[in-house]
Each structure stands twice: as C-alpha cells, then as structure tokens.
C-alpha cells in the first residue's frame, strides 16, 4: 500500500468556494490534512483603511454573499457604540428580524449544499426552492435579494408595513412546514445517516481547546451563542433556544442547524407580534472623533466580530473575525481517519465561508502576480 | 488590560479556562497586539506593544491551538515574529512566494 499526498482544490467540483486541503492518504483513510487557504483572499481590511464610516458600511456588507447583513450588522453594532445616542427600537426589532431571515437562509442554502455533497439532489433543489421564499421576503422589505443595504448608523433605511408583515408571515409559515417535513426525510432515511453519522467527529475537548463557535461548537455540545450570551440589537426582548448536540458528528451538526431554522422561525414571528411603533432612523451625520469600537454578532455561522479605530470619521484599521476563521483549524483533526470520500461530508457539516474568512486578491494566470499597496489600490480599488 | 511581552505566557496561562477570540494587531508607529478572551459573554483583552523594528513575542499556542492561525495571519501581513510557532512561515493568506512587504504595514 503506497502513501500518497494529493491536494483536495483548489479547483474541485464539490468545493463551492476555492480552497486547498492537502491530504495524506494511506489506502483510502487520511492520516493526515492539511488547509492552505488564500485562494479567495481579497484584501477588505486594507481597502477598509481609509473610508469614512458611511462607505464603510457598503463596503463590509460585500464582504460575504451568504452572511451578508451578520457582517452590516455587526458593523453598525460596533460603531454605534461609540455614540451616546440610542437606535430606535424599531429599527432595533427590524435589524433581528433580517438577521433571523439571513439565519434561515444561510442554513437552509447550507443544508441544500450538504445533501448535493452526498447525492441527495432532490432534496438539494427543494431546500434552494424554498430558500427563495427567504430572498423574496428580502426583497420585498429592503430591494435586494442578496445586499440589501438595509442599515444606517443608527438605524435602518426603509420601515416595513403590516401588509410586509403578513407577507413575512406566510412565507415563514411555508418555511416551517417544508422544513419539518424534510427534517422527518432525513432522519428516516438510511443512506443520509451512514454519509453524516460518525464522520468529521469533533470531541467535546477538542472543541474547547481550539475555542470553536457556532453551530459547529454547538454540534459537540458547547453551549454558545452570542445572541443570549451578549445580546444586542432586540435579542433581549425574545425567548429563544439555544440548540446543542452532543455527538460532534457531521450529523449533530446538521441537526443543530436544522433546529435553529425552525427556532429562528419562532423568533420572527415574536418579533413581528411584539413590534414597537416608531421611526426607524435618526437623522445624521453622525460624528466619531476618536474611537475604538468592538461589536459582536452571531452570524449564521458562529461569533463575528469587528474592530474598528476610527479617527475623525475615517477607519484608520478594521480588523474582522469572522466565524469561519475562528474553526476553520478543526478541519485537519476532524478528517483524521476519515475516507477521502467523507471529505465533501465533513468540510460540509462546517459550513465554511471561505469568502468572509480571507480579506487579497492574488491573481493567478500562468504566473503570480504580486502588487504593492500603490499598484493594488488603482487595480481593485481605483484610488 | 496592558501588559508587556515578557508577561504574555504567564498572563495568557492565568487565562486558560477563557475562550480565546480573536490576537489584532494594529500598526501605530510601533505594533499593538490585542489577545481578546471571553468567558460567558464577557470580553476581555490583553493589550502589548513591540517595536517596529524588532517585532517579536511568544507564541500562545501551546495553551490556545487556534491562535496558530491568527499569529501566522499578523505574522503574514505585518511581519511579527512569533517565538516558538513552527508553522509561522508558512503563508497562511498570501502566495508562497510573496516576496513584497507585509502588506498591511502602514510604511
């Protein structure tokens, strides 16, 4: 038996996003793997450098097309700290419930992706249809299916009617039906067990140790989550759960992601009974001299945090974690004795955004090719 | 809370039962590095400075596996030597064979 070394990407047909895993294989079993990220790294703290705090906020919506407004929202709640006025609390309630409809959105695209990986496509196709009912909902509250440009500082641009809200509350009722019914599929069907169970197995300690977040924290039984440990925006005035596996397989992952579709679902709609009246947005501009700011969301995919130092308006360093960089690392020991073919299953069940996780541009033509800030900055950023 | 690179280890070790968010580093003349811990939702940071010239700290991984990536991204893009990690020059964001300056260096 021979030991090879093969690299899993960057280009490959079950990665949605480029990336390299170098495996080890003895036979068909991984000793061992290992991630070279860079392939989608796109430089976003060094074009943050230098915009005033409103482009800003454009420019960090950008940073990820799943997790969009996890990353507009952790932004406002960052900056916002740094004046001594208050968001309304209508804006407030608005602000959870698109951070609870991209929720429902990031998971049910992830749990359409998950069943692609293992074959499933029927079932893969009806979680993107009934992910459309989320985007129209999107559109039809802020213009847009993906970006939506919903925030401001200190509030958000567009109110939503009742009309909106018993659009809103349609679509979740459909959401919640569909789901349960495929959840029941799921965990009846035989073939969707052997592909999840017992695959990617990441132990209680090992999530400690490496201080993961997120569903995939939550999948080995570590009980965190931003929105009840450090609430913001409306989070304190609704009851929710917090979902916890405790197997640490692909399959408890995808379990916990499940749950909180439907939890989120419960969510919105306290949300949308208990909806302040009020305006929405406080008139600006708005003024930061001299601050470093700090905000915490809990993004579809775990703990996002920005850092911002801000003088005079102007960001002078962002600095974003987002989720996916904070468990990426646990890759390499969840693949430890797995098949090769459990690779698409495992780098699945963690859901990563690679996109949101590398901030540059490397272009790659038959030859690298690299930039100063100057040359960079009139390439990509046109200043 | 600031205290100075010798005490990392000892400081980060009284720490260990924290979970360990994210390591900033932000360029102002000299470098300032921000280790962020939390515990039940309670942030904490610990704040050092080295200088530009002679950037250089120990490593935390040994108590924290998952500050590898954040050491060797600060490492990548402003040029901090972290003591004692071993994968510190592999790239972690940039190509192999970057042979510009860290890039996010203010100079």
């Not at chain 1, 943050?48 to 409103?54: F, M, P, Q, R, V």
């Not at chain 2, 580093?25 to 530009?52: A, N, T």
């Given at each position: 038996m021979h030991d090879f070394t093969i690299p899993f990407g960057p280009q490959h047909p079950s990665l949605i996003e480029s990336t390299c895993i170098r495996v080890s294989l003895n036979?068909?079993?991984?000793?061992?793997?290992?991630?070279?990220?860079?392939y989608m790294h796109r430089g976003m703290e060094?074009?943050?450098?230098?915009?005033?705090?409103?482009?800003?906020?454009?420019a960090v919506e950008r940073i990820c097309g799943i997790c969009t407004y996890a990353h507009s929202g952790c932004y406002v709640v960052a900056v916002e700290k740094a004046l001594k006025d208050r968001v309304p609390e209508r804006a407030n309630y608005i602000r959870t419930l698109l951070s609870e409809l991209e929720r429902i959105q990031s998971h049910t695209l992830w749990a359409g992706v998950l069943?692609?990986?293992?074959?499933?496509?029927?079932?893969?196709?009806?979680?993107?249809?009934?992910?459309?009912?989320?985007?129209?909902?999107?559109?039809?509250?802020?213009?847009?299916?993906?970006?939506?440009?919903a925030n401001k500082i200190m509030g958000v641009r567009y109110d939503i009617t009742d009309s909106d809200i018993k659009f809103i509350l349609e679509r979740i009722g459909k959401i919640e039906e569909k789901v349960q019914g495929y959840l029941k599929l799921l965990r009846g069907n035989t073939v969707v067990r052997a592909?999840?169970?017992?695959v990617g197995v990441i132990t209680r300690n090992d999530a400690k140790k490496y201080c993961l977040v997120g569903p995939v924290a939550r999948g080995s039984g570590i009980d965190i989550d931003v929105r009840r440990d450090d609430p913001y925006m409306a989070y304190r005035n609704v009851e929710f759960e917090v979902m916890?596996?405790?197997?640490?397989?692909?399959?408890?992952?995808?379990?916990?992601?499940?749950?909180?579709?439907?939890?989120?679902?419960?969510?919105?709609?306290?949300?949308l009974k208990n909806i302040p009246s009020g305006p929405v947005k406080k008139q600006g501009p708005f003024n930061i001299q001299n601050a470093e700011?700090?905000?915490?969301?809990?993004?579809?995919?775990?703990?996002?945090?920005?850092?911002y130092k801000i003088e005079n308006n102007i960001v002078q360093r962002?600095?974003?974690?987002?989720?996916?960089?904070?468990?990426?690392?646990?890759?390499?020991?969840?693949?430890?004795?797995?098949?090769?073919?459990?690779?698409?299953?495992?780098?699945?069940?963690?859901?990563?955004?690679?996109?949101?996780?590398?901030?540059?541009?490397?272009?790659?033509?038959?030859?690298?090719?690299?930039?100063?800030?100057?040359?960079?900055?009139?390439?990509?950023?046109?200043? | 809370m600031k205290i100075t690179a010798k005490d990392l280890e000892k400081e980060v070790g009284k720490r260990k039962e924290k979970r360990l968010?994210?390591?900033?580093?932000?360029?102002?003349?000299?470098?300032?590095?921000?280790?962020?811990?939390?515990?039940?939702?309670?942030?904490?940071?610990?704040?050092?400075?080295?200088?530009?010239?002679?950037?250089v700290v120990r490593t935390i991984t040994k108590l924290f596996p998952n500050a590898d990536f954040y050491e060797r991204e600060i490492h990548d893009f402003f040029g901090v030597e972290f003591e004692g990690n071993t994968k510190l020059h592999e790239k972690l964001f940039l190509p192999d064979d970057w042979k510009g300056k860290p890039p996010l260096r203010k100079d």
């Open positions: 036979g068909n079993y991984i000793q061992e793997a290992k991630l070279r990220p860079g060094k074009i943050l450098e230098g915009k005033n705090i409103d482009s800003t906020l454009y069943m692609h990986e293992i074959g499933f496509e029927t079932i893969f196709m009806f979680f993107w249809r009934e992910r459309e009912l989320m985007l129209d909902v999107f559109e039809r509250i802020t213009g847009g299916r993906v970006h939506h440009n592909r999840l169970r017992n916890t596996e405790s197997a640490g397989d692909s399959y408890a992952r995808a379990l916990v992601r499940f749950r909180e579709i439907l939890e989120s679902a419960k969510i919105i709609r306290q949300l700011v700090w905000g915490r969301v809990e993004a579809p995919r775990g703990e996002d945090l920005h850092f962002a600095k974003i974690r987002t989720p996916t960089f904070a468990y990426i690392q646990i890759l390499e020991e969840a693949l430890k004795g797995a098949e090769i073919g459990d690779i698409p299953v495992v780098v699945g069940s963690l859901d990563p955004c690679f996109a949101c996780m590398e901030r540059i541009l490397v272009e790659k033509d038959s030859k690298v090719r690299m930039f100063n800030e100057k040359q960079f900055r009139r390439r990509y950023v046109g200043v | 968010v994210t390591i900033i580093c932000i360029d102002e003349g000299k470098f300032r590095l921000i280790y962020q811990f939390d515990k039940g939702g309670k942030m904490e940071h610990l704040e050092l400075s080295v200088p530009k010239k002679k950037p």
